[in-house]
C-alpha cells in the first residue's frame, strides 16, 4: 500500500477521518462528511475490494485499489459533498486507480493487455449484470478459501477482505497473536497472486471441497456481530447482516448441501433475538432476560424451516452446524426462559461434543448440564477444561465457574472468578456486567451470559 494510502488509514485499515485536510470548510458540513465517509468505508470496503479483485485477479492490487479511492474521499468529500451514490462512486474510482496500477506495473505486458482491457469494458455502458454484481463477495470468498492456502489462512484472509475485521478481531476469534494473524494474511495474498489463481465461484467437487472453509468464515464473522469482542457496543448488526447476506446467497447456489442449510437455520435464529439483545442505552440483555415479544417470528419461521430441510438433507446424521441450530431451535420454541428444554439442549451439546471436539463445546455443555441438574453437575465439567490452553484467557469460563460456585454459596470464590472474567474482555459492556456480577454475586446474569454464547 502506497504511503500516500497508508497516512489515512490506520493499523487496522479502518479510515483516519481526522486526516482529511481540505483548508476552511463549514464545520458541520465536515462532520457530516467525516461520519458519511465511516459509514460508507465499514459498509461498502469489502463489496468495492470485491468488484476489483474479480476485475484484476489479484487481492492485494484490489486491496491498494479501494484504498487510493478511499484517499481520494477523504479529500473531495468534505468540500464537494457526499455523492448520492458512495458505495458506487468509491467503486468508479477504485477501477480507474486499478487501471492507472495496472498500467504502471506491467505496461506493454500481455497481462496489461488482458486485465487492462477487460477492466475498462467493465466500466463502459453494457458492464456487469447485477447478479454478477451481487455475486462479487461470494466469488472472492471462494478464492479466499482456495485450497493452495491453509484453513487458517483462508479463515483469516475472508475475515479481513469480506466481515472487515481487524487483525485483532480475527486473532481473538482464533486464539492467536495478532503478528501471526498478519503474516497469515499477507501470506496468502502473496500466494494466491503468485499462483493467478481464477476469480470465479468453482463448480462441483472443487466447490464442496471449498465449502467448509467458506461455511466456517460466514459463521465467524456472525458471531463477531452477534457478540462484538471489543469496543463500547455489544452488538455489530452490519456483521449480522453481511453473514446472513452470504448465507442465503449461498444457500441458493448449494440447495442439496445439509450444512449450508443449517448453518443458515442457526444464523437466521440467532439473529431473530438481536432486537432483544440490548437495553434502552445499549446495555446486554441476556437471553433469559429478554422480552420474547421482541424476537422476530418471522425469522424465526424461516430458521426453522432451514433447519427441516437441513435436517431431512442429512438423512438423521448428526453435523455440527445442523445440531447447533437444533439448540437455537430449543430457545426460539419456548414460550418463556422456565419453559425451556435444558435436557434436550445438554443432550445435543453432547452429541456435538462426540463429532466436534473442543473445549468452548464443552463449556457450553456444563452450562446446560447446569442448568439442566444443578450446578454441582456442571462445575466438574467446566474444571475439567480450566487447564486446556485455548481456555487461559477465555473470559466465559471464569465467569460460567463464578456462576456455579455462587450457586453453591461459594460467594468469596464466585466474585473473583467474576472479576477475572472481567479483566479478560474486551467489550466494555460485558466487562461492566461482570464487574456488577463479582460486586453483587447474586442472581444468575454471569451464568446467563454464558448461555447465550454461541458454540464455536
Excluded at 135 to 143: A, E, Q
Excluded at 170 to 193: C, D, F, M, N, W
Excluded at 421 to 436: I, P, V
Aim: glycine fraction near 8%; hydrophobic fraction near 45%; aromatic fraction near 4%.
Amino acid at each position: 500500500m502506497g504511503g500516500e494510502t497508508a497516512r489515512h488509514l490506520d493499523a487496522s485499515g479502518q479510515p483516519r477521518l481526522g486526516d482529511a485536510n481540505s483548508g476552511p470548510r463549514d464545520d458541520r458540513a465536515a462532520d457530516e462528511a467525516r461520519r458519511a465517509i465511516e459509514a460508507v468505508w465499514r459498509i461498502e470496503s469489502a463489496r468495492v475490494i470485491a468488484a476489483l479483485a474479480r476485475m484484476v485477479h489479484d487481492v492485494g492490487l484490489a486491496e491498494d485499489a479501494a484504498a487510493d479511492a478511499l484517499v481520494a474521499a477523504l479529500e473531495q468529500w468534505p468540500t464537494e459533498g457526499v455523492p448520492a451514490n458512495p458505495g458506487a462512486w468509491l467503486t468508479a474510482i477504485g477501477k480507474r486507480k486499478a487501471i492507472d496500477a495496472v498500467r504502471r506495473r506491467v505496461a506493454l505486458d500481455r497481462k496489461y493487455a488482458e486485465i487492462g482491457n477487460d477492466i475498462e469494458s467493465r466500466l463502459a455502458p453494457g458492464g456487469p449484470e447485477p447478479d454478477e454484481v451481487e455475486d462479487d463477495l461470494l466469488r472472492l470468498m471462494f478464492v479466499a478459501c482456495h485450497p493452495l492456502l491453509s484453513p487458517d489462512a483462508r479463515a483469516a484472509l475472508t475475515l479481513r477482505l469480506l466481515g472487515g475485521l481487524s487483525t485483532e478481531e480475527i486473532a481473538h476469534a482464533y486464539r492467536v497473536p495478532e503478528a501471526t494473524v498478519g503474516q497469515r494474511i499477507s501470506r496468502a495474498k502473496r500466494t494466491l497472486a503468485e499462483a493467478d489463481v481464477g476469480f470465479e465461484v468453482p463448480d462441483g467437487a472443487e466447490r464442496r471441497e471449498r465449502l467448509a472453509s467458506v461455511l466456517e468464515v460466514i459463521y465467524l464473522v456472525f458471531n463477531e456481530g452477534y457478540a462484538a469482542t471489543r469496543g463500547d457496543e455489544w452488538i455489530r448488526h452490519d456483521l449480522c447482516d453481511e453473514a446472513l447476506r452470504l448465507g442465503r446467497i449461498l444457500a441458493g447456489l448449494t440447495p442439496n448441501d445439509a450444512e449450508v442449510h443449517g448453518l443458515l437455520a442457526l444464523m437466521e435464529i440467532q439473529a431473530s433475538r438481536l432486537r432483544a439483545r440490548t437495553g434502552p442505552d445499549g446495555e446486554p440483555v441476556l437471553l433469559l432476560d429478554q422480552d420474547r415479544g421482541r424476537w422476530d417470528h418471522l425469522q424465526i419461521r424461516r430458521g426453522l424451516a432451514a433447519l427441516e430441510r437441513a435436517e431431512r438433507l442429512s438423512g438423521g446424521a448428526p453435523a455440527p452446524y445442523t445440531v447447533q441450530a437444533a439448540i437455537a431451535a430449543c430457545h426460539a420454541r419456548a414460550r418463556t426462559g422456565e419453559d425451556t428444554d435444558w435436557e434436550r439442549i445438554a443432550t445435543l451439546y453432547a452429541t456435538l461434543a462426540r463429532i466436534e471436539p473442543s473445549p468452548i463445546v464443552e463449556l457450553n455443555r456444563a452450562v446446560a448440564v447446569g442448568m439442566a441438574y444443578g450446578p454441582e453437575a456442571g462445575l466438574p465439567l467446566v474444571d475439567a477444561i480450566a487447564d486446556d490452553p485455548a481456555m487461559r484467557d477465555y473470559h466465559l469460563l471464569p465467569s460460567v465457574r463464578g456462576d456455579l460456585l455462587a450457586k453453591l454459596g461459594r460467594g468469596d470464590e464466585a466474585a473473583a472468578e467474576f472479576a477475572r472474567a472481567a479483566s479478560l474482555t474486551r467489550n466494555e459492556r460485558e466487562r461492566a456486567l461482570l464487574l456488577d456480577r463479582a460486586a453483587a454475586v447474586t442472581g444468575s446474569a454471569a451464568f446467563r451470559l454464558a448461555v447465550d454464547a454461541d458454540p464455536m
